[in-house]
């Protein structure tokens, strides 16, 4: 079994565990703005950059020697990269979608627009973008008007802002 995973099942496809996904998000959202590459980052903590990846993207486990390294390396702390004190929990998906190309930017953007409606216009013309919302599945459940349509992983629909 490789590291950072888990088997549902036996003979199951490992599952990633949420908090190697969210540790290594951070390390990713810490690393761009810094301009530096997986390659560069590899070099500072003295590691290969496909290890790089696959800390962040959760496939492996850090161990707690690199984990103080990577967090010197990105000039913050331990405790940022784990997620300690930030004021609001953001959950592994929300971690991995602000990792995205670009997504740091664009938030940053938002944020500065102190116009409510254009910022409410800005979140209507991303959600637009998005597409129509999937056709649900049969669901015996389902009652119309009770359940939104939340967007995971690659799937296409409305996207909260």
């Known amino acids: 079994m490789r590291q950072g995973t888990t088997f549902a099942e036996e003979g199951a496809r490992p599952i990633q565990d949420p908090v190697d996904v969210a540790l290594g998000a951070r390390i990713r959202i810490r690393r761009r703005p810094l301009g530096l590459t997986q390659v ?76 409510a409606a254009a910022r409410q216009a800005l979140a209507a013309a991303a959600a ?11 669901d015996p459940d389902h009652r119309p008007g009770h359940a939104g349509t939340a967007r995971q992983g690659g799937q296409r629909g409305p996207l909260r802002l």
């Open 40 to 115: 560069d980052l590899g070099r500072r903590v003295g590691v290969t950059f496909p290890q790089i990846q696959k800390y962040e993207r959760g496939v492996n486990r850090l161990v707690a020697s690199t984990l103080v390294r990577l967090a010197a390396a990105l000039d913050t702390t331990v405790s940022a990269l784990v997620g300690e004190g930030l004021g609001q929990a953001v959950g592994p998906e929300t971690l991995s979608n602000l990792s995205l190309d670009g997504a740091p930017r664009l938030v940053a953007a938002y944020a500065t627009i102190d116009d």
């Open 128 to 138: 637009a973008l998005c597409g129509p919302p999937p056709e649900p599945a049969h």
